[in-house]
């Protein structure tokens, strides 16, 4: 029995696949209200949409905490998994070895990537595995009465009174050095750069990991803490104003020499950084480096793609993992047959 699509309604902006908006969407978001982490959900909706990314063929993970419901607002047509506390990362490399044809996004918390999670980060991290990394990160854990988490400031102060005394750890700068080959910060504040940096995000081949700043409006939003929505404000250092072109639309982009830097990524889509901070280069990893320790020594959030390595080759094809879905393929290639076998006891003799 066949059946004929539904034409969406009038006016409805459709993208390239001639979905409109509704395809990319989720439940009801059960969060508190102001929370940043609907804000990102907000720009992964925009995103996957304006890229025409097809919801079937995504695949959503992610973790526990309040970030980790994050996947049930966004994508309903979606395959997701939400996995134990921190790990979030294996199940994700599974997925993606069984099937590389799949778009990958993890979403994540500070807590559970930086806790319990890190020493899974740091794999993950290091085998540049392609899929888009998001850490929603408030500096304390929202689900437990406020904490402080791995990344809350040295100083930075609870609505109780109470002071933290232990340094934060720099999400970015241990994903640049352990060899993600893209790294970004933003603020859920700011929805232009979010969402310019997560299409870029998109188009990556690789782990595009992605340090959002999102304030807890109910436990980190108060005067002393340094992930509140006014502090993150009045110390956001943008490195460059981030543009993106997909790979279908004309990339003749027309720019004053030596102010914007072009980078074009795995698909043919370009990111263009027009350059707020002088001498800054996403590509020089050691400069990346020092950038992040610079920002961070003023109490600043530098802010932007911090670090890009567009040709880096990715784990799925340093494995050389075949096209096919793994769980496709006929036991002829999946199993070695006879001849194959005594060659390799013979090997050991």
């Not at 250092?237 to 997909?246: C, D, N, Q």
């Amino acid at each position: 029995m066949s059946t004929v699509a539904t034409p969406p309604p009038s006016g409805k902006k459709l993208n390239i696949l001639g979905l409109d908006s509704s395809a990319y969407r989720g439940s009801k978001t059960t969060l508190c209200a102001g929370c940043g982490h609907n804000a990102i959900t907000e720009r992964i909706i925009d995103s996957f949409f304006e890229l025409g990314v097809k919801p079937t063929d995504v695949i959503k993970m992610s973790g526990i905490g309040c970030s980790s419901k994050s996947p049930a607002y966004f994508l309903s047509q979606s395959h997701g998994f939400n996995s134990v506390h921190g790990r979030m990362p294996s199940l994700a490399t599974g997925a993606v070895i069984a099937n590389r044809k799949m778009v990958a996004i993890g979403i994540s918390g500070d807590g559970d990537t930086g806790a319990i999670g890190i020493g899974q980060f740091v794999h993950l991290m290091r085998r540049n595995l392609p899929i888009v990394y998001v850490i929603e990160d408030n500096g304390c854990y929202g689900l437990t009465k406020g904490q402080f988490s791995p990344t809350a400031d040295l100083g930075s102060t609870l609505k109780t009174g109470v002071i933290n005394d232990l340094p934060p750890i720099d999400i970015c700068a241990l994903a640049t050095q352990l060899g993600a080959s893209f790294v970004a910060r933003s603020f859920s504040g700011d929805p232009k750069q979010l969402k310019a940096i997560l299409k870029a995000a998109l188009s990556h081949r690789g782990t595009a990991m992605i340090d959002v700043l999102s304030p807890c409006v109910t436990f980190n939003d108060h005067e002393g803490s340094t992930k509140s929505y006014s502090y993150v404000k009045e110390h956001d250092e943008p490195l460059s104003e981030v543009g993106f072109v997909p790979y279908f639309e004309d990339i003749s982009v027309e720019y004053e020499e030596g102010t914007t830097t072009s980078v074009t990524l795995h698909n043919g889509s370009k990111v263009l950084l027009t350059k707020m901070a002088e001498d800054y280069y996403p590509t020089d990893k050691s400069r990346a480096l020092q950038m992040m320790y610079e920002t961070a020594s003023r109490n600043e959030y530098a802010t932007g793609i911090l670090y890009v390595e567009p040709n880096k080759p990715d784990f799925v094809d340093i494995l050389g993992i075949v096209d096919e879905p793994l769980a496709f393929l006929d036991q002829s290639r999946t199993q070695p047959g006879k001849a194959v076998l005594d060659q390799i006891m013979e090997s050991f003799r």
